[in-house]
């Protein structure tokens, strides 16, 4: 059984809710919180946009894990209704408008991939159509004359768009405000979010003293970078490593992830020491990481099968452990597909698109291991493949 909070010193409770976040409004607050000694309300929000949960989801999971250790209230709440509008943070466009009937099937596969983070026998998970769902027009007119139209344009994206001549619809505009009042209806001590959320998780606290509520504390966490190494980690982008993929697929990926993201996982992803890791070689490192992510979702005979049949196939097909990076640029993908011959030019692996013919048909081009001998199609590809021209050349591609 978790020792209730007051088991645990407030300056103990504070170093492990600060490690690893990006920002903390306000400490002192939460100081406050945690001295009464009593179980705080922690919110984290998700809305099941996509049918898979990702290690840039995890990230939040971990420290809503850290508050269930102390004793805390955890609710995981899934935005069934806000992710029929879908967040528009950090987008530049719409997005699609889901159906009750996808949100809802989303929704059911996230309670069952937690278990490899949470303790789900201690996790509240609530829907956000259970307040908002029943509110009546004039419910919902009370709520929105909580918020002024000049401090909803002080959204940035929102901005930018205008600027740009872009439009947001007036659906997307209302999303912090459904996701701030989400704060209220759960009576939120701390809400969790990416640093893309400040915006929304500060609306929350300003609309619960709207409401005579005590405000919440709001927490920062950095955002993931996926495979690409660049843009935030997304389904939608084609760079997510999901945590209910096959253990081969979730080893494999993060196998395929630039040297230079290691120690941003293992803080971000991980309880290992960093001044360790530091000292390891970056394949021996990354072997690691890929081995404990692996056997966190799977368990570790999962991960260790995972890890042997990685070993094995890149020593069977002699590919090096050092392999340049190469990213693909986007014109040459469509529709999630690649024509190698164009490929081929573009890095430098064949000096011209007959030559990348000739090297196909003489069967001298690998995908991941699979021989590409039609020079006229297009492949399917993906972020981290390995494409090999000849004995000797190897790039590790990057979407």
Not at 2 to 28: C, F, M, N, W, Y
Not at 138 to 158: G, I, W, Y
Not at 198 to 217: H, M
């Amino acid at each position: 059984m978790t020792p209730p909070p007051q088991a645990h010193s407030v300056p103990d409770q504070l170093s492990l809710i600060k490690r690893g976040i990006s920002e903390l409004l306000s400490e002192g607050e939460l100081v406050k919180k945690l001295s009464r000694g009593k179980p705080l309300t922690i919110k984290a929000g998700f809305d099941p946009t996509a049918a898979d949960l990702h290690l840039g989801h995890t990230v939040l999971l971990r420290k809503l894990a850290q508050f269930q250790k102390l004793g805390h209230r955890v609710v995981f709440l899934i935005g069934d209704y806000t992710g029929m509008i879908g967040d528009p943070s950090g987008r530049m466009e719409e997005r699609p408008v889901l159906t009750p009937a996808q949100v809802m099937a989303n929704a059911k596969t996230y309670q069952k991939q937690v278990s490899g983070i949470l303790d789900t026998r201690r996790v509240d998970v609530k829907l956000n159509s259970q307040w908002l769902g029943p509110m009546r027009l004039a419910d919902f007119l009370r709520v929105t004359s909580k918020l002024t139209v000049p401090r909803l344009l002080e959204r940035d994206d929102f901005v930018k768009r205008l600027k740009e001549g872009s439009s947001f619809t007036v659906t997307e505009a209302l999303y912090p405000l459904l996701q701030a009042y989400d704060s209220v209806a759960l009576k939120a001590d701390v809400e969790l979010g990416g640093t893309d959320q400040k915006f929304n998780l500060l609306l929350g606290r300003a609309l619960q003293e709207r409401f005579g509520q005590e405000p919440q504390v709001v927490i920062t966490l950095p955002l993931l970078e996926g495979t690409d190494g660049v843009q935030k980690m997304s389904k939608s982008l084609g760079n997510a490593i999901g945590i209910a993929e096959p253990p081969e697929e979730i080893y494999g990926k993060v196998m395929s992830i630039p040297d230079k993201l290691l120690s941003r996982y293992f803080e971000l992803l991980t309880g290992e020491d960093l001044a360790q890791i530091s000292k390891m070689h970056p394949m021996e490192a990354k072997q690691r990481l890929a081995l404990l992510l692996t056997s966190q979702f799977h368990g570790p005979a999962a991960g260790q099968k995972a890890q042997e049949g990685f070993n094995q196939l890149f020593r069977k097909r002699e590919i090096p452990v050092e392999i340049p990076e190469f990213k693909v640029p986007a014109r040459l993908v469509k529709e999630g597909k690649v024509w190698v011959v164009a490929l081929l030019v573009e890095s430098g692996l064949a000096p011209s698109k007959a030559q990348a013919r000739r090297l196909m048909a003489q069967g001298g081009v690998d995908l991941d291991g699979k021989r590409l001998t039609d020079p006229e199609i297009s492949y399917p590809i993906a972020a981290g493949s390995i494409l090999k021209a000849g004995k000797r050349h190897f790039l590790r591609l990057i979407l």
